[in-house]
Nanobody
Framework: QVQPVESGGGSVQAGGSLRLSCAAS?????MGWFRQAPGKEREEAALITSYETTKYAEDVKGRFTISLDKAKNTWYLQMDSLKPEDTAMYFC?????????????????WGQGTQVTVSS
C-alpha cells in the first residue's frame, strides 16, 4: 500500500521560499502536488513522472519546481517567489496508471496535507 506523507509546510512572507517533501513506500508512474485554498476546489500545482518529466499549472510556472529522488521514493516541491494567493493546504499524490497530465484526476494515493500560509 502506497501511503504518501507530506512534510515541510509552514508560514512565510511574500517573496519567500518553502520546500515540501512527500515520502512514500514506492514511487509510481505519476506523482504530484495539489493544493486547495479555502472555499476553492483542489487543483494540481505540479506533476512528475517516474521518468522525471514535469508538468506545471500556469500560475506556478517559473516559481515552483517539482523533483524526484527515486532512491528515497520521495518527491519535492520547491516553491520560490511565494505569493499570498499560494496560501492553501498542499497535498501530495501518486498514481500507477499510464497517464500523467494536468487535469487528469483520479489519483489513487493521497497524503494528509500540509498547510502553506503566505503573508503579505
Amino acid at each position: 500500500q502506497v501511503q504518501p506523507v507530506e512534510s515541510g509546510g509552514g508560514s512565510v512572507q511574500a517573496g519567500g521560499s518553502l520546500r515540501l517533501s512527500c515520502a512514500a513506500s514506492a514511487s509510481l508512474y505519476c506523482m504530484g502536488w495539489f493544493r486547495q485554498a479555502p472555499g476553492k476546489e483542489r487543483e494540481e500545482a505540479a506533476l512528475i513522472t517516474s521518468y522525471e518529466t514535469t508538468k506545471y499549472a500556469e500560475d506556478v510556472k517559473g516559481r515552483f519546481t517539482i523533483s524526484l529522488d527515486k532512491a528515497k521514493n520521495t518527491w519535492y516541491l520547491q516553491m520560490d517567489s511565494l505569493k499570498p494567493e499560494d496560501t492553501a493546504m498542499y497535498f501530495c499524490a501518486a498514481d500507477g496508471g499510464n497517464y500523467c497530465y494536468i487535469g487528469m484526476g483520479g489519483f489513487a494515493h493521497w497524503g494528509q496535507g500540509t498547510q502553506v500560509t503566505v503573508s503579505s
